[in-house]
């Protein structure tokens, strides 16, 4: 089983958001259940920052080996700080996947909708593994 | 759902992610796949590659046969010998990338890809039919197992008495590994050395704990089919569905001299082969390396940087371990090597045309 931590939130397209409680600025990456699904990391574009995002939107991608997939815009609001170390190093995504490997903060716009629980995210990666 | 080989209960037991390849539920990883590439090219790795098919064609005129129903010029083989080889359908279209072991004087085996051995099993019955050979699919009676790498001589001879300093690239030697019987073949498809077995379905965990064991000391992986994919894309060599298909002849693939036009009788494809032996083909395979960092992968349009008319179509992409940069296999307009773009999901990204291969081992 992946790990999911119980203080996050997440989405149907396997991204985690913290700060959700304080509704300020969010902090957003892709789960480790994810990371384990695409293998090694080896690009990471992020939006920049100044940009503003629709909850949704295709806001950058992660390249694996294998595959490449979009990152999305769990919630909309401004692009205020994205994760530098990351783009240097995606790696980070399978080795610290809630930690080190973060990839966006967004400033919240109005009220984030349809955000996954620990137990709805492991709910629905269970029947996908 | 797809078929197990008879590791899978070894590749559940290390953890492994698998996948379904051409039918068959096949180990993708044990871990980093960067990992396991690397340990191919500096020591060694440890492969199931039992999803392939072994087709046995046996007779007094089998190599007659063989020399019909492929492109190569089969008889013309030692036993003991091995080759790589291609069948090809009437027009030319290449069926499957071969390699045809010469086991005794009336004594081949085919080894054929997972995705086409049914089909080249019925094409080798059909087109032996007239001669005196029999035709036998026993691939389910067969696993195979690959060790590679610069580590892959040492760690086969600890479980080994055959003698393999004398055993040649492309050829292969019965013997006892590990207390099983076993086809030693010195093949591969990493661009390293390495040996391939053939053993019985039964043998295969035996084996498999063998060489983990003894490979343990050399640091041995074992490597899943993503490894194996950017080893043989790093190595040049190409695979069926990406850059063979029944659309290209091998003249196209680059590959024509694999076309034996000087052996004895007729063979199909000769007819549509023959004219096309000195025509040079309007798209060459070529290599590419990625200038930035994103991936130009199997599909994407080739374009030209200045105007963006495409003039190209990738067959092959990864990031590459060795080289640091992504890179690719790509069929493009005969005349182009500078001025290059890949158009990755809208945006074009430069990249460099070289010759194949990208890594070519130290010998």
Redesign the interface.
Known sequence: MSNIPEDLHYTKEHEWISGIDDGLTLTVGITAYAANALGDVVYVQVPEVGSAVTAGDAVGEVESTKSVSDIFAPVSGEIVEVNEAVVDDPSLVNSDSYGEGWLFRVRLEGDPDDLLSPEEYAALTSGES | MSRPTPLRGVHEALGA?LTDFAGWLMP??YG???AEHNAVRQAAGLFDLSHMGEIFVTGPQAGQALDHALVGYISALEPGRARYTMIVDPRGGVLDDLIVYRLADEEFMVVANASNYPRVAAELTERAGTFDAAVEDRSERYALVAVQGPKARAILGELTEADLDNLKYYAGLPATVAGREALIARTGYTGEDGFELFVAAQDAEPLWAALTKAGEPYGLLPAGL?AR??LRLEAGMPLYGNELSAELTPFDAGLGRVVRFDKPGDFVGRQALEPLKDVPPTRRLVGLIATG???P?HGYPVVLSDGGAVVGEVTSG??SQTLGRPIAMAYVDNDLSTGLAVDI?GSHEPVEVVELPFYRRKK
Do not use: C, I, Q, W
């Open positions: 992610t993708l990883r980093s796949e960067s993503s994919d950017t960092r994103r991936v992968r990864a990031p999901r």
